[in-house]
């Protein structure tokens, strides 16, 4: 059974960084198309970036293009989003998600996650 472990997050001021971090077991990380979600309480959760297995092709959101970067580690097996010039619209709780995928497939929607991890909050201040 895959499980997701995220950390990293906390709170920022605005123009900061944080990275998030998410642990990936039971699985080996390149075996998936991996997402990063965020949720806003009221909303669904929204896509905002994304890697696919194997050649890990990446694709942001347009709000976070330039912004955030999402990247894999294959020897530590975990997915990070290194966020930067984070604004208060950041806020959010940021999920991280796999799926098993052909390569240069991923995933945007929230309906086509296997696997969720717990989320870890994000809180920028102005």
């Known amino acids: 059974q895959v499980q997701l472990r995220e950390s990293g997050g906390g709170q920022a001021q605005t123009g900061g960084s944080l990275t998030l971090s998410c642990e990936v077991s039971?699985?080996?990380?390149?075996?998936?198309?991996f997402t990063w979600f965020r949720q806003v309480p009221g909303k669904v959760r929204g896509f905002v970036a994304g890697?696919?297995?194997?050649?890990?092709?990446?694709l942001e959101e347009n709000s976070v293009k330039g912004r955030f970067t999402i990247f894999r580690d294959d020897v530590k097996n975990a997915i990070y989003l290194h966020m930067t010039s984070l604004k208060p619209e950041d806020s959010a709780v940021y999920y991280c998600?796999?799926?098993?995928?052909?390569?240069?497939?991923?995933?945007?929607?929230?309906?086509?996650?296997?696997?969720w991890g717990q989320g870890t909050q994000v809180t920028v201040s102005s």
């Open positions: 998600a796999a799926s098993p995928q052909p390569d240069r497939t991923l995933v945007v929607l929230e309906g086509n996650v296997r696997h």
């Open positions: 039971g699985g080996a990380v390149n075996d998936f198309a």
């Open positions: 890697i696919s297995s194997k050649s890990g092709s990446t």
